[in-house]
């Protein structure tokens, strides 16, 4: 029985669609609904929900701070994305133009980080950032050696080396979202690359075109797929992420989601939550529109 055919097949493929269904609506869509619900009601006195209709969640949640907040998120989340396809393509490259023998343990490489729980691999990145961490240690070692060259020579010695503050700022937020989130870009450029017509590149090579006009000419226009998927893929997640800005980030480091975690745990105020989630859920719908309607033009052409 062909896929294709599924109208003339209504019985079996509902019997295979149907528990898939089933479980999206009761695990997904109600909860989902539920809580869509709570953003248009408010609290009672006797610590319920009463859901009224009102506006005021949203009104509230569209008010200058949380703006900023939201913006703020959105700009880190494309910073890291934008971090990601620089460092992802080189290595997506890398893998695809690799022999048989090593593509697979570069492959592995990349899918590794996926075996090890997200909360551990936050906690060794803070591990090696922390004050007498290893990222402390080397930049010590290199300034020791450093004063030493300058005693060596004659000039004064350089002051007693003090740890650089690499956690609990913006910084550290940005560079533990893309180490979570580099995979998710590095596999979609991989998928798209591999599929590449190779004869193409060197056609391209051989016309005198050079490395880097085959690159921006051949190569990039015809991954475009998988550079749009690796963005969307990428930038999403980091705009809802949650655990590495509250473990990693200061006071100014905070994103949506850690806004959206204190209404629920500690303001104890779920209708105003879920407004605020749900603003970060349209948000996301509108990305992924804006890149179904990119997916209706016609395909990147090779110049």
Not at 85 to 107: C, E, N, Q, Y
Not at 169 to 194: E, I, K, R, T
Request: net charge positive; charged share 10%; proline share 5%.
């Amino acid at each position: 029985m062909s896929l294709q055919n599924w109208q003339e097949h209504k019985r079996p493929f509902a019997a295979i669609a149907g528990a898939p269904i089933l479980w999206l609506a009761l695990f997904f869509i109600v909860p989902m609904a539920i809580v869509w619900a709570y953003s248009f009601g408010e609290n009672s006195g006797a610590a319920d929900i009463v859901i009224s209709g009102t506006l005021h969640n949203y009104k509230r949640a569209i008010e200058a701070l949380y703006l900023s907040i939201f913006f703020k998120s959105l700009a880190v989340a494309a910073l890291v994305t934008l971090i990601c396809l620089i460092v992802g393509f080189p290595v997506a490259m890398a893998i695809t133009f690799a022999s048989d023998k090593w593509r697979p343990w570069l492959l592995l490489g990349v899918m590794l980080p996926f075996w090890t729980n997200l909360l551990i691999r936050t906690y060794a990145l803070m591990t090696v950032l922390g004050g007498n961490g290893y990222a402390n240690k080397a930049l010590g070692a290199l300034w020791g050696s450093a004063s030493w060259l300058r005693t060596l020579v004659g000039l004064q010695p350089l002051e007693v080396w003090t740890p650089v503050q690499l956690l609990y700022n913006n910084f550290a937020v940005v560079l533990g979202l893309v180490y979570v989130h580099l995979p998710f870009m590095v596999l979609p450029l991989y998928s798209a690359l591999d599929r590449l017509d190779r004869s193409l590149i060197e056609a391209s090579l051989d016309l005198g075109a050079g490395h880097l006009r085959t690159l921006s000419r051949i190569v990039m226009p015809l991954a475009a797929p998988g550079i749009f998927a690796g963005i969307m893929i990428t930038l999403i997640p980091a705009l809802g992420a949650y655990l590495t800005p509250d473990l990693m980030g200061g006071t100014d480091s905070q994103m949506i989601a850690n806004v959206i975690e204190r209404q629920f745990k500690r303001a104890n105020d779920w209708p105003f939550g879920a407004a605020l989630s749900f603003m970060l859920i349209y948000a996301m719908f509108a990305l992924v529109a804006l890149q179904s309607l990119r997916g209706r033009r016609k395909p990147a052409q090779v110049h």
